[in-house]
């Protein structure tokens, strides 16, 4: 009866002790991997910076309390050509990231998706996405009608209006104007 016992717990405790074994090898291994990750992501973040503020020399990141709920993070130029900005855009069907440079006269210096959601069939966003992009270059607040939409993807165009007037508030905000 006791060996009938210990034969029925032993793959219970082999198991118990493999998990054990895994997670504490799982600890160290993140434990190593975290600071690289974070510092992969943060010079990815900052590289990004410099693509949607070309001529920034440095950054500086700020923290906004109360912002508005498509500002994830906020970096303002140290010599003072402008605010660097990551967003997010609810579409409806999913979540947009992309980063935002205004320039010190507060027009859109640059537009860049970080992340998107492309679903199987062609929506049109992805073949027209550089030029849809580039389209804002040099366009102010006022953002309607200013850009023409893409084909097929009216939904996030207006996500990423919606998220830039968010942004263009957020800086005005900052520079004082309000």
């Known amino acids: 009866m006791k060996n009938k016992t210990l034969a029925l717990l032993k793959p219970a405790i082999v198991l118990t002790v493999i998990c054990i ?4 090898l799982l600890a160290v291994v993140n434990k190593f991997a975290a600071p690289l990750i974070e510092k992969a992501e943060h010079d ?8 949607v503020l070309p001529e920034a020399e440095g950054f500086e990141e700020l923290k906004i309390e109360n912002a508005p709920k498509t500002v994830k993070k906020v970096y303002k130029e140290t010599s003072g ?3 660097a ?3 997010t855009a ?4 999913h979540t947009l990231e992309f980063s935002l440079g205004i320039d010190a006269e507060g027009k859109i210096a640059g537009l860049k998706m970080t992340s998107t959601f492309h679903s199987g069939g062609d929506s049109g966003l992805g073949s027209a996405l550089p030029t849809f992009l580039d389209s ?4 102010g607040e006022d953002l309607e009608g200013s850009v023409d939409k893409v084909t097929n993807a009216t939904r996030s165009s207006a996500a990423i209006r919606s998220a830039m ?3 263009f508030k957020l800086v005005e905000d900052l520079k004082g104007g309000a």
């Open 44 to 51: 990815k973040q900052m590289a990004t910076l410099g693509v």
């Open 21 to 24: 074994v895994s997670a504490a």
């Open 81 to 83: 050509k402008g605010y």
């Open 90 to 93: 609810e579409s409806g069907y």
């Open 136 to 139: 804002y270059k040099g366009v």
């Open 85 to 87: 900005l990551l967003m």
């Open 165 to 167: 007037a968010d942004a």
